[in-house]
């Protein structure tokens, strides 16, 4: 395929707030990692992506058809489990093959199986763990080519958390897959994706390949007086403290060159979220 996901220019104006432009495309076979604080514009991507909410501007395509075309081939995982909680894990099949043409009742219960998942077992008395497990599992038996995941791993144990994100690398292991994930924790990002973007008040202020952007930013510890020294174009957020500041400059190099005394260090995904969230840019 083409491109997974591709917006040109996409805008939803709803007057108090307006998401966009976005402009995203993501290549088959891999991971975007989407961060950003809560009303940042995350959820409106979401409907806009899956054809819930219409663009005022620009457009969306998913597997290189317009979005609400392809939604037969998208698979989405919400923050919770979508099932009620009256239901047999069995149960849950039932409601299911009616919804996606594709889908494998085969391979639902060997998702079951591989997730040790209890057919007999109500879903309210399943854990939170278990709950994400059976509703990626429902997600991924109508064999989707795109997986759209809404904090998918909020809330989950080390242990849990790491055995889905080894599932969801194996998904885009056929280069006919893509994956899509919304998420606070950076650390899962910092493992899982191949590129991230960072959603601030509606507007895409950084994007690339999370390898190469945690190249090039930089997190620098110093005295005050030596925040003048630090050239303004680089500079992205600074926080002072009571004893000295820190900043964080979006190109690690060009500090290195004009201020080969002041020590830079890599940063996370965390780093830049906070400094360009809450950082005193002056």
Known sequence: MGYAIETRGMIKDYGPFTLGPIDLALPGGTILGLIG???????????????????????????????????????????????SDALRVGQVERFLPGLFPGWDGALFTDYLARFDLPRDRKVKDLSRGMKMKLTIAAALAHRPRLLVLDEATAGLDPVARDEILEEFLRFVSDEDHALLIFSHITSDLEKLCDYVVYLHRGRLTVQGAKDELLERYGKVTCA?????????????GKRAG??????????????????????VDRCTLEDIMIFTTRGDRT
């Open 242 to 263: 009571e004893y000295g500041c820190q900043a964080l400059v979006s190109d690690r190099a060009a500090l290195r060159e004009s201020c080969p005394d002041l020590a």
């Open 224 to 236: 005050r007086a030596e925040l003048a020294r630090i050239d303004p174009a680089i500079l992205v």
């Open 37 to 83: 604080e809560n009303g940042a514009g995350k959820s409106t991507l979401i409907k806009c992506l899956l054809g819930i909410a219409r663009p005022t501007a620009g457009e969306a395509r998913l597997l290189d058809r317009p979005a609400p075309q392809a939604l037969g081939q998208v698979g989405y995982v919400p923050d919770e489990c979508p099932f």
